[in-house]
C-alpha cells in the first residue's frame, strides 16, 4: 500500500465518523489555535517595543544621576552620595569625548502654558541646542533655540504639534509669546509631529533652553542627559568613557545610570520572550491535552475495529501493515486539526488586522511550521500505542470477539 | 510459485500434512484442550470434507489450517513447509499467498465496496491498483457477481455476501481454499449455490479444498470426509468407511 494510498483509507475511516473526528480533532485545533496566536501576539508586542525604540535611535543613550543597576533577584543597589548631573558635566562629555556626536541636557516637569485666555498643563522640557540631532526630532517651521541662546537664557521656545494646535489653532505661532509657568517665552520653532513612545506623547511638549529651565524649576540637577554616539559601533565604548569621565568629575563615585537604546530594547525583548514563552507553553498544554483525546479516540476506534483488524492479518496483513494504518489515520487526524487550527489563526489575524489598523499584528510563520509538525508529532506519539495494540492482535482473537 | 514445482518428482505428495496436533487454551488457569490429536494428511487436488459436533475442534483445526493460529505441539507442513517455525510475517505471507479463507459469517468490511473487499489480498500482496482493480472485477464476474462491483456489504443478500468472499480468497490465486462452515448461515438454496462454486472450482481449476460442514449431502459429494471428534481427528480410512 502506497503512502497516498494509506492516507485515502485514513481520511475513509475519519470520514465514516464525522462527528467524532470533529470533536476529537477539536482539541488539535484549539490547541494549535492558542499557540501560534499567542506566540505571534509575542511577536507582534515584540515589534511594537521596536517600533517605539525605533523612532530614538539606536546609537543614543541616556544618563540619569543615581546608580539604578539591578543584581541578580533584581535588587537595586543604592549609592548613599550620590552627585547631581549638571549642565558642567553635559559639557564636560561635548567636549572631551570624540566619539559623542551630540550631548543634550534634560530637565523637565509639567508646567501650565498659556496663550491669551487657553491654557494647558504640559511637559517643559529645558535642553540644549543639540537636542534635535540627539533625538532626531526636527522641526516642521521655524527653528530650535541655538548654542548662544543657551548660554544667554533667552526665553525662547520650540513647541510641539499637539502643543501648537491646542494654542494656537491655525494661527502662525511664529514670533508669539506663550507664558511658561508665568514667564513670557517667545515661539521661534514648532517641532515635526512624532507621536508617542512607550506611552509619552512626544507631540505635548514645549522645549525651552536648559538655563531657563533651570531657573524655572529652581533646580541645577539635571533630569538626565541624552548622547548620542557617531555611530552604533561606537555605543559601548562611549558608555564606558562617559562612566570613567564622569566618575572622575564625581569625586572618583561611580553613581550614574547609563541606558542605550539596544541595551533597554534587549531588556525588554527578554521580558516579551519569557512572557511569549510561558503563554505558549500554557497554549502547548491544551495541544498535549489534544492529543490525549486523539489517544482515546484511537483506542475505541481499535477496540471497535477488532474484527476488521483480524479479517485484514487474516488476509495477510503483518502486523506493521496494522502499525501503519493506526498511525497515519491518527497522524491525518491531527494534522488535518492542526492546518484547520492555522487556517483558524489567519482567519482571526485579518479580524484583528480590521478591528485594530493600527495594531502590528503579524502571524509567525515559524509558530505556523512549529505548531503543524508538533500537532503531526502528537498524532504519531499518542496514536503508537493505540496502533501497537492493534496491531500485536492475533488474527484468529482478533476475528473471535463480537 | 516454488521451487517444488519445476519437476514433476519434486511435487510433494501432500499438499497438506499435521502429525499430533494440540490446541490448548488457557485462561485464568482453566485449561482447554480444543485440539487433542489433530492428524490427517490432503493430496493436491483434492476436496475434503471435515464434519464433527459442535465443541468438537473443527474451527480450531481450521485456524491453525489457515496458518491463522499456532498450535501449541505437533507439526503441520504446507506444501513440504513446516509452518510451525516460521514467524509472524512470514505466516502473513503464507495466509496472503498461499491459503483462501471463507468464514461461516462472511467478514467484509462494511464500509468498501465488494470491489474494494476482493481487492484487499492483494492490497498486502503489493499489486498495482489498476492490476488488482482488474483481477477482483474477473474474479466477482466468475462468481457470478459482476453487476454488483459498487455495492456495499449491507446492500447484498447472504449468498452474495458469502461470493464475495469466495472472490476475496481467490484473490492471490491460493494452493489451498479453507471454508469454516460456509453454508452455515445461509438459506438451503444459497448453501447449494455456494457448495456448487466450491465443486466447480475444485473440478474445473483442481483447487485443494477444505470445508467444514454438517451436511451429509455436502460431504457425500467431496473427495473425503474428515471426522473429528473431542478434538481427535478419526484414521482417515475409518472416516472413508462411515
Ligand atoms: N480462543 C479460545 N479460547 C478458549 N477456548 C476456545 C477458544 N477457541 C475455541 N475454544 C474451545 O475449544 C473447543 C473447540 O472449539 P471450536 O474449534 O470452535 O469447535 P467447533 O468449531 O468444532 O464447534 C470449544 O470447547 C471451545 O469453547
Ligand atoms: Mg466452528
Redesign the interface.
Known amino acids: 500500500m502506497t503512502v497516498w494510498e494509506s492516507i485515502r483509507a485514513a481520511l475513509k475511516m475519519l470520514g465514516a465518523n464525522k462527528l467524532r473526528t470533529g470533536l476529537t480533532m477539536l482539541g488539535i485545533i484549539i490547541g494549535v489555535f492558542a499557540v501560534i496566536s499567542l506566540v505571534s501576539l509575542g511577536a507582534s508586542a515584540r515589534r511594537y517595543v521596536a517600533d517605539q525604540f525605533a523612532a530614538m535611535g539606536s546609537n543614543v543613550m541616556m544618563i540619569m544621576p543615581g546608580k539604578r543597576e539591578t543584581i541578580g533577584s533584581g535588587a537595586v543597589v543604592g549609592v548613599s552620595n550620590v552627585h547631581k548631573l549638571t549642565m558642567e558635566d553635559a559639557e564636560a562629555i561635548r567636549r572631551r569625548l570624540p566619539s559623542i556626536s551630540g550631548v543634550a541636557p534634560v530637565i523637565f516637569g509639567i508646567g501650565l502654558i498659556k496663550q491669551e485666555g487657553i491654557s494647558r498643563n504640559t511637559w517643559v522640557t529645558g535642553t540644549g541646542h543639540e537636542y534635535p540631532s540627539v533625538r532626531d526630532h526636527g522641526l516642521a517651521t521655524g527653528q530650535f533655540f541655538g548654542p548662544d541662546d543657551v548660554e544667554r537664557e533667552r526665553r525662547v521656545a520650540a513647541i510641539g504639534t499637539k502643543v501648537r494646535a491646542e494654542l494656537f489653532g491655525d494661527v502662525n505661532p511664529l514670533g508669539k509669546f506663550i507664558l511658561v509657568m508665568g514667564t513670557p517665552f517667545r515661539v521661534i520653532g514648532v517641532m515635526e509631529p512624532r507621536g508617542t513612545s512607550l506611552g509619552f506623547d512626544l507631540d505635548d511638549i514645549v522645549f525651552i533652553p536648559v538655563s531657563a529651565a533651570r531657573r524655572l524649576f529652581n533646580t541645577d540637577g539635571l533630569y538626565q542627559i541624552i548622547v548620542r554616539a557617531s555611530s552604533d559601533e561606537e555605543v559601548p565604548g562611549a558608555v564606558a568613557s562617559i562612566r570613567k569621565l564622569l566618575q572622575s568629575r564625581h569625586n572618583g563615585e561611580d553613581d550614574i545610570t547609563i541606558v542605550s537604546q539596544n541595551q533597554l530594547l534587549a531588556t525588554l525583548n527578554t521580558i516579551v520572550d519569557a512572557l511569549t514563552f510561558i503563554l505558549a507553553g500554557i497554549a502547548a498544554i491544551s495541544l498535549v491535552v489534544g492529543g490525549i483525546g486523539i489517544m482515546n479516540i484511537m483506542l475505541s476506534s481499535v477496540s471497535e475495529r477488532t474484527r476488521e483488524i483480524g479479517l485484514r492479518k487474516a488476509l495477510g496483513a503483518r502486523s506493521r501493515d496494522i502499525l501503519r494504518q493506526f498511525l497515519v489515520e491518527s497522524v491525518v487526524l491531527s494534522t488535518i486539526g492542526g492546518l484547520i487550527g492555522v487556517l483558524m489563526t489567519a482567519a482571526a489575524v485579518v479580524a484583528a488586522r480590521r478591528i485594530f489598523p493600527s495594531l502590528p499584528v503579524v502571524i509567525t510563520s515559524w509558530a505556523v511550521a512549529l505548531a503543524v509538525t508538533f500537532s503531526a508529532a502528537i498524532g504519531i506519539f499518542f496514536g503508537v500505542f493505540p496502533a501497537r495494540r492493534a496491531s500485536r492482535l492475533s488474527p484468529m482473537d482478533a476475528l473471535r470477539t463480537e | 510459485m516454488g521451487p517444488e514445482s519445476t519437476t514433476a518428482a519434486a511435487i510433494p505428495p501432500w499438499i497438506v500434512r499435521t502429525e499430533k496436533i494440540q490446541r490448548v487454551f488457557r485462561s485464568h488457569d482453566v485449561a482447554t484442550v480444543a485440539l487433542a490429536d489433530a492428524t490427517l494428511a490432503v493430496k493436491p487436488g483434492e476436496m475434503i470434507a471435515i464434519m464433527g459436533p459442535s465443541g468438537s475442534g473443527k474451527s480450531t483445526l481450521m ?1 491453525i489450517l ?1 496458518c ?2 499456532r498450535p501449541t505441539s505437533g507439526s503441520y507442513w504446507l506444501a513440504g513447509r513446516e509452518v510451525t517455525e516460521l514467524s ?2 512470514e505466516l ?2 503464507v ?3 498461499m491459503v483462501g ?1 471463507v ?1 461461516q459469517s462472511f ?1 467484509l ?1 462494511q ?1 468498501s465496496s465488494a470491489l474494494e473487499n476482493v481487492e ?2 492483494q ?4 499489486i498495482s ?1 489498476k492490476a488488482r482493480r482488474e483481477r477482483a472485477k474477473t474474479l466477482l464476474g466468475s462468481v457470478g457477481l459482476g453487476h454488483r462491483l459498487g455495492h456495499r456489504p449491507n446492500e447484498l443478500s447472504g449468498g452474495e455476501l458469502q461470493r464475495v468472499a469466495i472472490a ?1 480468497a481467490l484473490a ?1 490465486d491460493p494452493k489451498l481454499l479453507l471454508a469454516d462452515e460456509p453454508t452455515g448461515n445461509l438459506d438451503r438454496k444459497s448453501g447449494i449455490e455456494i457448495m456448487d462454486i466450491f465443486r466447480r472450482l475444485n473440478l474445473e481449476r483442481g483447487m485443494t479444498e477444505v470445508v467444514v460442514t454438517h451436511n451429509a449431502e455436502v460431504a457425500a459429494r467431496c473427495d473425503r470426509v474428515i471426522v473429528i471428534q473431542d478434538g481427535r481427528t478419526r484414521s482417515e480410512a475409518e472416516a472413508v468407511d462411515a
Open positions: 485456524a489457515g491463522l493460529d509472524d510475517d502473513s505471507s495466509r496472503n499467498r479463507f468464514f467478514i468490511l464500509r484487499l489480498p492490497v498486502y500482496a503489493g491498483p476475496r492471490n
